[in-house]
C-alpha cells in the first residue's frame, strides 16, 4: 500500500500539484505519509517543494523532520537556510542526531552556490 500511495506522490510533485499535495497529504496525513512525501519533495527542486519541505520541518515526529531535512539537502535553497540557522539555534542541544542533520543541510545548500 505505501509504495502506492508514494508513487502518486511523486507523480503529483512532478506534474506541479501542489494544491491537492498540501490538501491531501501536508496537512492531514500520519507520520509515515509525511515521510513518504518529503521523499517524494526530493523529486522537485520547485518553490512549492522547498516550501512543502520547510513545512514539515515543524512536524511533531523527529523522522519526518529527519526526512525533510534530507530532502532539503537535495533539492533546498537559500530561502530554507533562514529556518534551518534559527531551527539549528531552537534545537535541543542534546539531540545530537537533529543537530548534525541540519547543519548536513545547510552544508549542503551552501555548497551548491
Given at each position: 500500500?505505501?509504495?502506492?500511495?508514494?508513487?502518486?506522490?511523486?507523480?503529483?510533485?512532478?506534474?506541479?500539484?501542489?494544491?491537492?499535495?498540501?490538501?491531501?497529504?501536508?496537512?492531514?496525513?500520519?507520520?509515515?505519509?509525511l515521510c513518504m512525501l518529503a521523499r517524494a519533495c526530493s523529486q522537485s527542486n520547485t518553490?512549492?517543494?522547498?516550501?512543502?519541505?520547510?513545512?514539515?520541518?515543524?512536524?511533531?515526529?523527529?523522522?519526518?523532520?529527519?526526512?525533510?531535512?534530507?530532502?532539503?539537502?537535495?533539492?533546498?535553497?537559500?530561502?530554507?537556510?533562514?529556518?534551518?540557522?534559527?531551527?539549528?539555534?531552537?534545537?535541543?542541544?542534546?539531540?545530537?542526531?537533529?543537530?548534525?542533520?541540519?547543519?548536513?543541510?545547510?552544508?549542503?545548500?551552501?555548497?551548491?552556490?
Open positions: 500500500m505505501f509504495g502506492s500511495t508514494e508513487e502518486k506522490m511523486k507523480k503529483l510533485v512532478k506534474r506541479g500539484k501542489w494544491e491537492k499535495i498540501k490538501n491531501k497529504y501536508l496537512y492531514s496525513s500520519g507520520a509515515d505519509e518553490d512549492d517543494s522547498v516550501n512543502v519541505l520547510v513545512a514539515l520541518l515543524n512536524a511533531t515526529d523527529q523522522r519526518v523532520v529527519l526526512e525533510a531535512l534530507k530532502s532539503l539537502g537535495v533539492v533546498g535553497t537559500d530561502h530554507a537556510v533562514a529556518n534551518l540557522q534559527l531551527m539549528y539555534q531552537e534545537a535541543d542541544p542534546s539531540n545530537k542526531e537533529l543537530k548534525t542533520a541540519i547543519q548536513t543541510t545547510l552544508n549542503k545548500i551552501r555548497s551548491r552556490k
